[in-house]
């Protein structure tokens, strides 16, 4: 017999609601996790419900399950899936079988989820008696590990990260952990008043007019690093400003240049003029992609051993019943809604 489950549901722009449906059945390489968690991912989960996320395909882009970041319990362990066990705690990613019966990207809000016992997409198995909120967050901090680790700051190096929504967030909190002095901006009050909790060094309002120059100060004339995570043609252009004046050098010494670090989903096109967009020679260009089981670990190990607070990160934990206002507090009220993660238990 079908296992039922509830999955959120985006129905049309900004209109959404919980339907039930029949979970796929468990294959011999599969596990089957309850959700206790699953984490909005802001501007994904914001692209999907204004309908701007790219699809493959002609159907029809509503109705659609969203989500990619859950936490959650083993239930049932495929007959080849071996190493697992009922009872662990995971953080899961896409599912392997989504809900039967609607378009889903991802379809991580969900119930129940299942996934490939290996892989790509396999659950990255948490600590034993770990508590499932504090992992959370792990997904998003995946994503953005991959930037940092392509970066690769050095210590006593100076960062900048644009935007402090989650990926930007983690993006700082990866970068300071590994000894970079890190500044950040953002067009919220209480973003910036948050990224203290990350090891920042300094924190500016983007919504001042002098904002380049006031960073080009803090910085003495640019940075090292600079992450895009604003996903806007400002923060582009305000990115390349900030990139050190790193001019070739004519006699043979090493050179070690700015990274610029896209670390966001851009849903429109945007013409840059390279030459102007960089001071100085220009910088390294870096686009990182999708988040592997390493990143994964890597986001585990991090909340783990207490680099990364959990609290930190997570300041809504509401019931699925209100993911109406959840997204509506995200998008309309960033300075009040800075992440939401729903709990499937009540």
Not at 114 to 128: A, D, H, K, M, N
């Amino acid at each position: 017999m079908a296992r039922k489950i509830k999955a959120l549901v985006f129905t049309a722009p900004y209109e959404m609601e919980t339907r039930e449906f029949d979970l796929p059945e468990c294959g011999p390489d599969d596990v089957v996790v309850k959700t206790h968690y699953s984490m909005v991912s802001t501007g994904t989960d914001s692209r999907v419900l204004a309908g701007k996320q790219d699809i493959r395909g002609d159907e029809p882009y509503y109705p659609v399950v969203p989500g990619y970041s859950i936490v959650g319990e083993i239930v049932e362990v495929g007959s080849a899936a071996k190493g697992w066990r009922v009872g662990d705690l995971v953080s899961g990613r896409n599912p392997a079988k989504p809900v039967e019966g609607i378009r889903t990207t991802w379809g991580g809000h969900a119930s129940y989820q299942v996934y490939p016992s290996t892989g790509y997409c396999q659950p990255i198995l948490l600590p034993s008696g770990a508590e499932p909120l504090d992992y959370i967050a792990v997904e998003l901090a995946a994503i953005s590990h991959r930037g940092a680790v392509a970066a690769a700051a050095l210590p006593g190096e100076t960062a900048v990260v644009i935007g402090q929504g989650i990926i930007g967030a983690t993006s700082a909190a990866w970068l300071a952990a590994a000894g970079a002095r890190v500044v950040v901006a953002d067009m919220a009050s209480n973003r910036l008043k948050r990224a203290a909790q990350w090891g920042v060094s300094a924190a500016f309002s983007a919504r001042e007019p002098d904002i380049v120059e006031r960073i080009q100060a803090f910085t003495a004339g640019g940075a090292d690093i600079v992450v895009e995570s604003s996903g806007s043609m400002a923060g582009i252009r305000m990115a390349g400003q900030l990139t050190k004046d790193r001019r070739i050098s004519i006699d043979g010494g090493a050179i070690r240049w700015p990274r610029f670090v896209f670390q966001a989903t851009y849903t429109e096109e945007y013409s840059v003029n390279p030459p102007k967009l960089f001071v100085g020679d220009g910088a390294i260009v870096l686009c990182p992609g999708d988040r592997t089981p390493e990143d994964r670990s890597a986001a585990v190990e991090a909340f783990r051993t207490g680099v990364f607070n959990p609290k930190a990160f997570v300041d809504h934990v509401l019931p699925i019943s209100e993911a109406q206002s959840a997204y509506e507090g995200l998008r309309l009220r960033p300075d009040d809604y800075f992440t939401v993660a729903f709990d499937w238990r009540t």
